[in-house]
């Protein structure tokens, strides 16, 4: 019996994906025993909801990642789509179905730009991004001097709050992009690639991948994914806040590391971002629920990267010995 | 002669698995002990207990140095002790100079404070013994590979070891780079110091050393001295068979020129303004297998990764079957039915963090899917095939690529080019690094290409591979071709005066 239990901890340990959901059980019944709210109706649909507006950036981050780059320009994408579609609505009375596409497009716009600045310019993706993120955020303030853009259409507005059978929208949404990319990633000769050039990309290019391509993509496909996340949070709020997505990206990485995604490219899966994702949300709901301040907030996420990146290190020293 | 190490019945497991077993070994001072071996015979094994990696107690058994029994916790204590090892893979900081190369862990100061001078001074003395003409100030960057090999034994000689191990020294040189290390390090032994070799190279070892050792899975088969040696005995006993012919040539019926290559100039991929290749033209034939020899530096890989589209090209003509076709890229090339070993395992022929399957089947990526979406079925079969027809040792398709051998590795990268329709298939050093057994078992599989038809060309600087594989050799010499030699008339003496630039032959 001892025996078994223990081989059951063992192989529990050796599937990532597991060792997560082992912790986020773990952590749901802890706050559950201290503060009942947290398994109620209401809470789990938030925890949910936010988790989704994270967890559409986490998806294409998850591909960026794997395949050996970074974004760090995503939150100040979320704030820029975000407005762009408010101000179009606002400014311009641009039917809603335009100004998400536009919107969106935006988003994709500094995808490409990133994209070119890794490719072409050949600068590394952390500077680089790190240089959309400043000039994203710049165009938002320039955009807005500083304040929000409401009324937005109720059509708009009322997507942000409805339900479908008792789910929020949002929730639904981030789930079938969740499954979407998971067939993209395991499925389609598109996610062997981005594994191939995340992996090796000398490798993949002399097995005639076409890596630049495959780049332009994954950055194209993270900064769109953020756009959208955007304006779902724009519609949420019913206005364009010029200072939403601040330190999102610190988030979104967080979440997709403790999710498994290396960061030297060439692992990681979508259900380890989602578990990823949200352990992340369960930790900062259940921290609120039990009464953890805002300041120690802080220090637990801090905490818990360097754990789970520690224990992933770990397990691999272990394997390796095997 | 004194007995400087002596090794007591070593024995090494990992957990139940014993890769070392009952080891014993004398040596001598100022001789050479050469070790040979396939991979995993334990070769490596040894150099880790001797050199302090495994720590005492990880190991049974005992060695002495000069009489005095070692227990060694860290590759520190080794050091102490005389001796270093100079590892296979050369670990070099590029971005520091030779100086600061050579003299890192043991930096001369006062106080907190490097003495710079004394160490450029000092750095030029071993840059001499070694016979090493660089600058001290040099970014090791700038160095050629048998440069940063050298550098490597003078840094070890920087500790003034009484022992030195040396890892397959000259596993990436090219023979005459490898000549001229081999005829330092007899110059070290013939100023007293000893040196246990590990080499695939047997041509060499009969060459260097005074004894020869023969490991087999663990144990020590045969240690006689060079005199008592020959090349069929060795051979013999790292198989554990008799072995006639190594290369055991298998000719194809030749049939048309089918890939030609005219005018090809090739930029230096690090000096401005230079060619690395200049008008370089050749061609090959349905089932040929061409040699491409030469000295490092002379452009074969750089002639092939241009062709290939790897590389930039100047200029230059590439047709294939009587076309002239474009390529801009790899993918260019692969779409014609041109593919490309090359000669980097680690770094452009494996997909570390990838499954056997996965590495197998990255370039026919369309074979296996529909619509963009994969058809793991067929994947599966089509890399269970190539991994059955191969004999790929490892734990299944399945299992990820870092957990094999070299020559296993070797395999699966051949298999991805195996199981495309290829018309010209280019390898480039295909056996570096690869042990014997898994080096004959490469070049039955390069003959059954050939005899189905794919043109070969076939870099190596291992001339006696060259000369054994080949029906017909390309000598380069800095950067032009010096040689064109049909099978008939190869001779090791042909080769090399071609190689360089002495005489040209068969032009």
């Not at chain 1, 998806?59 to 320009?73: H, K, N, Q, Y």
Request: with cysteine; hydrophobic share 45%; proline share 3%.
């Amino acid at each position: 019996m001892e025996r078994k239990k223990k081989n059951f901890f063992k192989s529990m340990l050796k599937t990532k994906e597991l060792g997560i959901l082992f912790i986020l059980i773990l952590l749901s019944v802890l706050v559950e025993i201290v503060n009942p709210i947290f398994l109620t109706y209401s809470n789990i649909m938030d925890v949910l909801r936010n988790t989704s507006y994270t967890l559409i950036i986490a998806l294409g981050m998850t591909f960026v990642l794997i395949a050996r780059g970074l974004d760090l320009s995503v939150g100040s994408i979320l704030a820029l789509s975000g407005l762009v579609s408010a101000a179009a609505m606002f400014y311009f009375h641009l039917p809603i179905f335009v100004a998400v596409l536009l919107g969106l497009l935006c988003g994709a716009l500094f995808g490409f730009l990133n994209a070119l600045f890794v490719v072409k310019l050949k600068i590394p993706p952390m500077i680089a991004t790190l240089g959309s993120l400043y000039m994203a955020r710049g165009l938002v303030l320039v955009l807005t001097k500083g304040s929000p853009i409401y009324p937005l259409p109720d059509a708009f507005s009322q997507f942000g709050k409805s339900y479908v059978a008792g789910i929020p929208y949002i929730v639904l949404v981030a789930a079938v992009l969740a499954l979407a990319g998971h067939i993209t990633l395991k499925h389609t000769t598109f996610g062997r690639k981005v594994y191939a050039i995340g992996g090796n990309p000398e490798t993949a290019k002399f097995a005639g991948i076409d890596v630049n391509r495959v780049t332009f993509s994954v950055y194209l496909l993270c900064s769109t994914l953020a756009a959208l996340s955007g304006i779902l949070t724009a519609a949420r709020m019913g206005s364009g806040q010029p200072s939403v997505g601040d330190g999102t990206e610190m988030t979104v990485i967080t979440a997709v590391i403790i999710g498994g995604v290396s960061l030297n490219g060439g692992a990681g899966t979508i259900l380890g971002t989602v578990l990823g994702t949200l352990l992340m949300s369960v930790l900062s709901s259940g921290m609120n629920l039990v009464g953890v301040s805002a300041y120690w907030q802080k220090f637990v996420m801090g905490l818990i990267i360097i754990v789970a990146v520690g224990f992933d290190q770990y397990q691999r020293s272990q394997r390796k010995a095997a | 002669m004194e007995k400087i190490l002596e090794v007591k019945q070593v024995s090494k497991r990992f957990g139940k698995v014993t890769v070392f077993h009952q080891v014993s070994l004398d040596l001598y001072q100022g001789e050479i002990l050469a070790i040979v071996g396939e991979n995993g015979a334990g070769k490596s094994t040894m150099m880790n207990i001797l050199s302090g990696v495994y720590a005492a107690g990880e190991y049974e058994g005992e060695f002495y140095v000069r009489g005095k029994k070692c227990e060694f916790r860290s590759e520190h204590d080794a050091k102490e002790h005389g001796i270093e090892m100079v590892h296979q893979e050369i670990s070099l900081h590029r971005d520091l100079s030779v100086a600061e190369n050579l003299f890192l862990g043991v930096l001369p100061h006062q106080g907190p404070f490097i003495r710079w001078k004394e160490i450029y001074r000092e750095a030029q003395k071993y840059l001499n013994m070694v016979n090493l003409d660089v600058d001290p100030y040099e970014d090791v960057r700038n160095l050629s590979n048998s440069q940063q090999q050298l550098l490597s034994i003078a840094k070890a000689l920087v500790c003034k070891p009484e022992i030195i191990l040396l890892d397959e020294p000259t596993s990436a040189l090219t023979e005459s780079d490898a000549r001229n290390l081999n005829q330092i390090i007899k110059k070290l032994v013939s100023q007293g110091i000893s040196c246990i070799y590990i080499s695939h190279r047997l041509d060499e070892v009969l060459e260097i050393a005074d004894r020869i050792a023969v490991l087999r899975d663990g144990e020590m088969i045969s240690i006689r001295s060079r005199a008592e040696s020959t090349v069929d005995q060795i051979i013999g006993d790292m198989i554990g068979r008799p072995l006639y012919e190594m290369y055991n040539k298998q000719s194809a019926k030749l049939g048309e020129v089918v890939f030609e290559v005219e005018g090809l100039t090739v930029p230096h991929p690090y000096i401005l303004d230079k060619n690395i290749v200049e008008n370089v033209g050749f061609n090959v034939r349905r089932g040929e297998i061409l040699g491409l020899s030469g000295l490092v530096g002379a452009g074969r890989s750089e002639s092939m990764c241009a062709v290939y589209g790897y590389m930039k090209k100047t200029s230059g003509k590439v047709k294939l079957e009587g076309q002239e076709i474009r390529i801009q890229k790899p993918r260019d090339a692969i779409s014609q039915g041109i593919g490309m070993v090359s000669e980097d395992r680690k770094g452009s022929g494996i997909i570390a963090p990838m499954t056997l399957r996965e590495n197998m089947t990255i370039a026919s990526l369309k074979d296996i899917s529909k619509a963009g979406f994969l058809q793991k079925k067929r994947e599966v079969n089509l890399a269970q095939t190539f991994y059955d027809m191969l004999h790929v040792r490892a734990g299944g398709i399945e299992d990820y690529i870092l957990n094999l051998s070299g020559g296993n590795q070797q395999k699966v990268v051949l298999s991805k080019w195996m199981m495309k329709d290829l018309k010209v298939l280019i390898l480039d050093e295909p056996t570096r690094g690869v042990d014997v057994g898994a080096k004959i078992e490469i070049y039955n599989i390069v003959y059954r290409l050939a005899q189905k038809g794919v043109a070969i060309i076939f870099i190596s600087s291992e001339l006696n591979e060259l000369l054994g594989v080949c029906d017909r050799m390309i000598v380069f010499g800095h950067g032009q071709i010096w040689g064109n030699i049909e099978r008939d008339s190869f001779s090791q003496e042909t080769v090399m005066k071609a190689a360089t630039c002495v005489e040209k032959y068969g032009i």
